[in-house]
């Protein structure tokens, strides 16, 4: 082949990023050293400096040590565990690779991440000795948190297994049931020998039982994430080129879609339009223009655009908004605590933005979701921020360029998180007053209470799905409306047919749900009614976010209890036999967890109590805490 | 301005124009966040590449920020020729800075051995000129596949007052987003050619052609042997050891360097297209004919620690 048909060939490359996780001992630089020298990508005189190396630090006695290639640093190299995140470079006849290095130790969750933002692809190592680990787990969750949606699972040492078949399809049993629960699209399983190359460039010679092709022929075939067509035109605006009175270019990296001279674009937040009328790319003047390119832009207005704008199709716009939900990975030792004010950094615009509560903390081993009022290093959590003005954004999910956001420590400059954001809280109008203020009514709560000869409060029913909750609370209502107070039920059918028709059943969706019930109830209760409010609600941290909505003891915790046997035998509505067919997900008790309450204010036993003595406890109850009076 | 050109929709894009956007995309975001940025300009292949993508990135103004030698005297003088006519077609100021102390002290390779000389008029030089003109970013060519410990170096890196570097303790960098925040003082080094290969670095050079400095392509040179590596005879500086004679060799430069410590190697590659021939099917890393990284196996990340790019 002559040199031009060689660079013709490079030039042809495409570019994959992958990132691989494993831990410690499960021979991730081992396997990464072997890609890089059975590729070639090893020079000589590289080769010969690992041999020494060898001698003084490797494990393999005097045989080069191939992951000495990979483990960058001296401190490393002492210590024998990859430290940070590294990236590795080989090239194949077909492809051109980026891998992101990262370590397994569990405090490193913040380099994985680092590492997985990029990615579009990612290996997990298991030792075929020991199976799924909890860093497995925690591994694969942080790639699904990320976004990355291609995985290859690649069961390691499969040589102290003795190349055993059996070992290799429980463990990938085992991981597949894991992963339902996460957000993962396809899955690739291999029985490797990273030691030895067995399936790693060629297959091996001692698991005729597989069938599947090597881990580097796998690689060279993933889908480089192509994006759909028709995803929405994103260009943050990065830098305004005034080049000369009738040259005013708007530069960028087009973060999602297409655009062709004449489009029609409006500038968020500000709202105001105009029409494209040159597109500059790398080499010059071109029509269109894609994701992924770094482009400058001319428009047929002079409109005010500044840095950090978003340039959008007037039909397909960015959220715009001044509060946002996101999952957030915190990074530093000094803990996220909410109200204090950080900077962050969405696409290219910087601003101020404060954590108002947190959600929720997810486990990153069990995925379970806990009560946090700090963030500490390495945790993520589910995160309320309020921004110093109204920003233009996405959700992670849809457009990950217009969906992230670093924070940034105003005193000491780091970069402290990294955001994924799930959902505006409040959408503000573009070109519009954002100044919401909560009006001050003329008639006081206490007055309005006082004329209904009751004290406003929630009472908020919580328990597994046939506990009894609406049962005891319709119940409670007919007694309350007898006896002249005035109350209203919110249970789920009068809220997500309504309300809350646009949302589902996943974690985000269901607290989502309960907020807004909440704020329902907060408005309610300002009425002075006895608001009831029926809903499995599962999560300790979203019951905790409704009472901090009232004022102190207005709420009412009331957990109406029976075991899972016993609400699995009454299953009112079948809910329970379909969730155990499988035809309905995320069903609690089943497969998502009931995180019971610690401290309520009544607990009810149905399981020894009627619907009568539950609601005649509950009149007791509220007699003395002169709700009714 | 040329016609325009189509692209097809969604058209798929090659690793080199991924790479070519992600470098520019770094570029306009330091001058759009910092109030003084500098580029390093080394004269050697890996700077002119992220030259001329600073060119791209800012057309049709020039580059919003001057070029920045820093001069140790001791380089060959087909690149101070280059260096003066490159910078010139740019639109863009450059700034010659050498460390006078360390040229009032007589240092040089030959003198004070390559490890004092790099120091003092490389690295403290470096130092010097960053904290006189006060630059907040510095442009750097480095790429991550050179060395060991360049690749965990972020691309933007930050550096103390001291210019310091702590690996230990670099900023997390996520999808693509920098933190360019700095304290007065502090600033960071910035290398826009992070993921970029050598052969990447060959072939955009061919794609783009990018003009380079002699020095890379084989022609007759004198040289003499010493340690292993092969020396040119730049100027009379080169103190000759008894016994030794240049002599005429058909010789290249993969790297360029203070030529004392560069070492060349024999190839008949005369055309770009011939040296990236012996690139690709070369079994050697391309630092290798430099002699400062030899002392240990990670002397490179001492340097770096002190201030060196």
Not at chain 2, 301 to 306: G, H, I, L, S, T
Request: hydrophobic share 40%; net charge negative; proline share 4%.
């Amino acid at each position: 082949m002559s040199i031009e048909q060689i660079l013709e060939q490079h030039g042809q490359k495409d570019l994959l990023r992958f990132i691989t996780c494993g831990s410690v001992d499960d021979g991730k630089s081992t396997l990464i050293g072997r890609l890089l020298f059975d590729s070639k990508q090893v020079y000589e005189d590289q080769l010969s400096a690992v041999e020494r190396d060898s001698r003084k630090w490797g494990t393999q006695g005097d045989a080069a040590d191939l992951a000495l290639l990979v483990d960058g640093l001296q401190s490393e190299r002492e210590q024998g565990i990859t430290i940070d995140v590294s990236y590795r470079f080989f090239a194949t006849a077909r492809r051109k690779f980026i891998i992101a290095d990262t370590p397994g130790h569990e405090q490193y969750t913040r380099n994985m991440a680092t590492g997985a933002s990029t990615a579009q692809a990612a290996v997990i190592l298991i030792d075929a000795r020991h199976g799924l680990q909890l860093q497995t787990r925690r591994h694969s969750f942080i790639v699904s948190l990320l976004g990355i949606r291609q995985v290859v699972v690649a069961i390691n040492k499969m040589d102290l297994v003795n190349y055993e078949q059996a070992r290799f399809e429980a463990i990938c049993e085992d991981y597949r049931r894991f992963a339902s629960k996460l957000d993962i699209e396809t899955i690739h399983f291999l029985p490797v020998v990273a030691l030895h190359g067995d399936n790693i460039t060629r297959a091996s010679e001692h698991m005729d039982w597989f069938q599947g092709e090597p881990l580097l022929t796998l690689l060279e075939s993933l889908p480089v994430s192509a994006q759909r067509s028709d995803a929405p035109f994103r260009l943050p605006v990065q830098y305004v080129n005034r080049h000369s009175a009738d040259f005013r270019g708007f530069a960028g990296t087009i973060s999602s879609g297409q655009i062709r001279q004449g489009d029609r674009l409006m500038v968020m937040p500000s709202g105001r339009q105009s029409e494209v009328a040159r597109i500059l790319g790398a080499s010059g003047d071109v029509t269109e223009a894609h994701a992924g390119q770094s482009i400058t832009l001319t428009l047929a207005d002079e409109i005010d655009i500044s840095r950090g704008d978003v340039l959008a199709r007037p039909d397909d716009k960015p959220r715009v908004a001044d509060a946002l939900d996101a999952r957030v990975v915190w990074m530093v030792d000094q803990p996220m605590l909410p109200g204090r004010q950080y900077d962050i950094k969405l696409g290219t615009c910087t601003l101020a933005a404060t954590p108002q509560l947190i959600h929720h903390r997810i486990d990153v081993n069990t995925l379970e979701h806990q009560h946090a009022e700090q963030l500490d290093l390495n945790e993520i959590a589910l995160v309320r921020w309020q921004l110093g003005r109204p920003a233009a954004f996405d959700a992670y999910s849809e457009l990950a360029g217009t969906g992230s956001f670093v924070v940034i420590d105003r005193v000491s400059n780091l970069t402290v998180g990294a955001g994924m954001i799930v959902r505006p809280v409040t959408d503000s109008l573009a070109d519009k007053s954002q100044n919401v203020v909560w009006h001050e009514h003329k008639i006081a709560k206490s007055q309005r209470a006082r004329q209904k000869s009751q004290r406003p409060a929630v009472l908020w029913f919580t328990g597994l799905s046939g506990a009894g909750k609406s049962s005891v609370a319709n119940a409670l209502e007919q007694a309350l409306f007898q006896r002249g107070h005035h109350s209203y039920l919110l249970d789920g059918d009068n809220v997500r047919h309504g309300l809350n028709r646009d949302l589902g059943f996943t974690d985000e969706d269901r607290v989502e749900n309960i907020r807004r019930i909440g704020e329902v109830a907060r408005l309610m209760a300002d009425a002075g009614l006895v608001v009831l409010s029926a809903f499995i609600s599962p999560f300790r941290a979203d019951r905790a976010m409704v009472r901090e909505l009232m004022e102190p003891g207005e709420f009412v915790e009331i957990y109406v209890h029976a075991s899972l046997e016993t609400c699995e035998n009454r299953d009112p509505k079948g809910l329970y036999a379909k969730a155990r067919a499988g035809t309905i997900r995320h069903f609690t008790g089943i497969d998502s967890p009931y995180e019971a309450p610690e401290k309520p204010e009544v607990v009810l036993d149905t399981e020894k109590l009627s619907i009568e003595e539950s609601v005649d406890e509950l009149l007791d109850y509220l007699r003395k805490r002169q709700i009714l009076v | 301005m040329n016609a325009p050109k189509p692209l097809a929709a969604g058209q798929r894009m090659s690793h080199l124009d991924t790479l070519e956007a992600e470098a520019i995309h770094i570029i306009r975001e330091v001058a759009a966040e910092f109030e003084r940025p500098v580029m390093l300009y080394s004269i050697g292949k890996d700077s002119s590449v992220m030259l001329h993508l600073a060119r791209k990135a800012f057309s049709p103004s020039p580059p919003p920020f001057p070029l920045l030698h820093v001069d140790t005297t001791w380089k060959f003088k087909a690149m101070y020729a280059f260096r003066d006519q490159i910078a010139e077609a740019a639109g863009m100021e450059l700034i010659v800075h050498i460390n006078q102390q360390g040229v009032d002290q007589g240092v040089g390779p030959f003198t004070h051995g390559s490890r004092v000389h790099t120091d003092i008029m490389k690295t403290q030089a470096l130092k010097q000129a960053l904290s006189q003109y006060g630059f907040d970013a510095a442009f750097g060519g480095a790429r991550r596949d050179e060395e060991r410990s360049r690749a965990k170096e972020r691309v933007f890196s930050f550096r103390d007052r001291h210019h310091g570097w702590d690996p230990k303790n670099q900023r997390p960098e996520l999808w693509n987003l920098y933190n360019g925040r700095v304290h007065k003082g502090e600033s960071i080094r910035v290398f826009p050619l992070s993921n970029w290969t050598e052969l990447d670095i060959w072939q955009y050079i061919h794609a783009e052609n990018i003009p380079m400095v002699p020095l890379y392509f084989a022609a007759e040179r004198p040289v003499v042997e010493r340690d292993g590596m092969l020396l040119m005879v730049d100027d009379e500086r080169l103190p000759l050891k008894p016994g030794e004679q240049p002599q005429m060799k058909s010789v290249r430069f993969r790297t360029l360097g203070c030529y004392p410590l560069t070492g060349a190697v024999e190839s008949s590659a005369s055309t770009l297209l011939e040296v990236i021939e012996e690139t690709i099917s070369v079994r050697h890393s391309e630092r290798q004919g430099r002699a400062i990284d030899k002392d240990a196996g990670a002397s490179m990340e001492d340097k770096k620690r002190q201030g060196y790019f």
